[in-house]
Each structure stands twice: as structure tokens, then as C-alpha cells.
């Protein structure tokens, strides 16, 4: 693979994720990285400690010689940095992590042919397991895909959807852990109940879960491994009844449509 220059625009959380997955690479696309932010110079020497990454408060002295461009500042930010971006680009690929900031948003900010993509991570990106949607902008060439591959993989698994369905499928990868954090503290808090202590109760539920996920990726579908564990009329069907009759389904779509809602109404703002 071509050996390319990166510039991370923004140093937070999602930033460190991407940077340390491409860090754990085998084979590297990146010839050097430069991670960029606005005000915090301890976090930059930090990072540059910790990844051997160059650093840089002043961004735009390194525009001109980066062939990536990856955003990871928060989505009110990128409006201002696109309008900065302009004067300095020249064909780079730009990439957003930015909640709600879609290739045509993008493509309507940044100068004409500008290659873009937008990638939507989940927090199981800081260790390697996000689950990612993509999508690309008009400008994307092959070239650019590899490229894009290339990130992405550092981060995890990734599917490229359509900028509509990754803007709709954000609550089901992306806020739906909440989901499913919210279902493992009332698990634990039932355990804690039956007298184990905190600990007991952590292990016992993560494992659980975690061996549940497992069992899912194996290829078996989420009704027949359910249907393994619920013997007609038995007590884990007593159970799961009563999750029915109160249209657990139902509460898990309805949350995700209010997710969406208010995801485009923030969008819109
Ligand atoms: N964390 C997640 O799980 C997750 C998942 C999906 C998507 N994302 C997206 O990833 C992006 C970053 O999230 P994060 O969790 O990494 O946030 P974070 O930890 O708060 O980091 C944000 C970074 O952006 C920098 N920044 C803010 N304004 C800037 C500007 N105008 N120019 C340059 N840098 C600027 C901040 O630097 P200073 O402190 O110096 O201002 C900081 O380094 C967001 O757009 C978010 O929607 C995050």
C-alpha cells in the first residue's frame, strides 16, 4: 500500500481510537501521522509520547503536504473548519466521525471534487470493535476506498450504507450500546438483589452477555438461539412472556425513532 500523510483534526477520545488501531497495524498506509486540536497541549504531548505522532496546534501549516484528512472534532466545529479547510485544500480525502455530518453536507461546504467520506463509530472503537457505517461522497475513487478500508479495519468491522440509512441505522449501532448498558444494570441490579455483591454481579452478567454475543456470531439467528433457550411452557417462556406482553420490541423500535428524531432535529439546528 502507497505510503500516505495523515492529519487528525481534533485530539479527543475518537481521535486516540483511530490513531492507536493504526498504530497496532501490521502493514501501515501512513508514512507519518499529525494529530491536531485546538487548545489542550498536554493531551498533544501525550499522545505524541504514546503513538510517536507528530503534533501540531496549527493545523493549516500541514494541510498542504496531508493526503488524509480525518475530523475528529465535534459536529458544531465542523461548519468553521470547512470554511477554513477550503482555502488550504487541494484534492485531499477528507474524513468525518462527526455525528450527522453527511457527504452532502460535506460536498456543499468544501470546494468542488473534493473526495469525502463520513464514518459513523461506535464507542467500541477505542478498543477495536466498533461496529461502522459509512458512506461515501461523488469524488471517492479507488485509490481513496483502499484508503478508507485501511482506517476503517483499524477500528473494527465496517459496512458501507447509503448516507440515508447510515444516518438511520446511527441509533441501532451507535446509541443502541446505551440500550443494552441500560438492560445489563437492571440484570445487575436483580443479581445484587439475590445477595451477590457488586462484583459478583458485574462478572456474572458481562459473561453472560458476552457469551450470548458470541453464540450470535456464530451465524445463528437471534430467534432460534432464543428458541433454544425457551422450552415451551417452561420458566424461561414464563419470562419471556412477560417481556412480550409488554411489547419489549415495540419499547426497543420506539426508541430508536426517537433517537432519529431527535438526531435530525439537531441536524437541522
Ligand atoms: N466518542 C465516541 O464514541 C464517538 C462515536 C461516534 C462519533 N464520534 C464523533 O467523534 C467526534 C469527536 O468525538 P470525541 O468523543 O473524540 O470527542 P472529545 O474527546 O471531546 O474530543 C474532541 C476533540 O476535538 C477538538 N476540537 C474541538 N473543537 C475544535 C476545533 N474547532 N478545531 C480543532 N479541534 C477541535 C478538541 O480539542 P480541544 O480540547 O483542544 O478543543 C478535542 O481534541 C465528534 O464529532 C463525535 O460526534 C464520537
Request: glycine share 6%.
Amino acid at each position: 500500500m502507497a505510503n500516505y500523510n495523515l492529519l487528525m483534526i481534533g485530539a479527543g477520545r475518537m481521535a486516540e481510537a483511530i490513531v492507536s488501531g493504526l498504530r497496532n497495524k501490521e502493514e501501515t498506509a501512513f508514512n507519518s501521522i499529525t494529530v491536531s486540536n485546538k487548545s489542550d497541549q498536554e493531551r498533544l504531548s501525550k499522545l505524541k509520547t504514546k503513538y510517536q505522532v507528530h503534533t501540531t496546534s496549527d493545523w493549516k501549516s500541514v494541510v498542504h503536504k496531508s493526503d488524509v484528512i480525518i475530523l475528529a472534532a465535534p459536529p458544531s466545529a465542523h461548519e468553521a473548519l470547512f470554511s477554513e479547510l477550503s482555502n488550504h485544500l487541494d484534492k485531499q480525502l477528507i474524513i468525518t466521525v462527526a455525528a450527522g455530518i453527511d457527504p452532502s453536507t460535506m460536498e456543499v461546504h468544501l470546494p468542488e471534487d473534493t473526495p469525502v467520506c463520513w464514518f459513523m463509530p461506535n464507542t467500541a472503537a477505542l478498543i477495536g470493535k466498533s461496529m461502522t457505517t459509512f458512506a461515501c461522497g461523488k469524488s471517492i475513487e479507488h485509490h481513496h476506498r483502499k484508503i478508507i478500508e485501511h482506517i476503517l479495519s483499524s477500528i473494527g468491522e465496517y459496512e458501507e450504507l447509503t448516507e440515508q440509512q447510515v444516518h438511520d441505522l446511527t441509533a441501532v449501532t451507535g446509541s443502541a450500546p446505551a440500550f443494552l448498558y441500560l438492560v445489563t444494570e437492571a440484570l445487575q441490579e436483580t443479581a445484587k438483589e439475590y445477595g451477590l455483591t457488586n462484583e459478583q454481579a458485574k462478572r456474572l452478567v458481562t459473561k453472560m452477555i458476552s457469551g450470548s454475543a458470541a453464540m450470535l456470531e456464530t451465524g445463528t439467528n437471534a430467534d432460534e438461539l432464543r428458541a433454544q433457550v425457551t422450552t415451551p411452557g417452561g420458566s424461561t417462556a414464563a419470562g419471556v412472556s412477560v417481556l412480550e406482553e409488554q411489547s419489549l420490541k415495540k419499547i426497543i423500535k420506539d426508541a430508536i425513532i426517537a433517537t432519529n428524531e431527535h438526531a435530525r432535529k439537531s441536524t437541522k439546528e
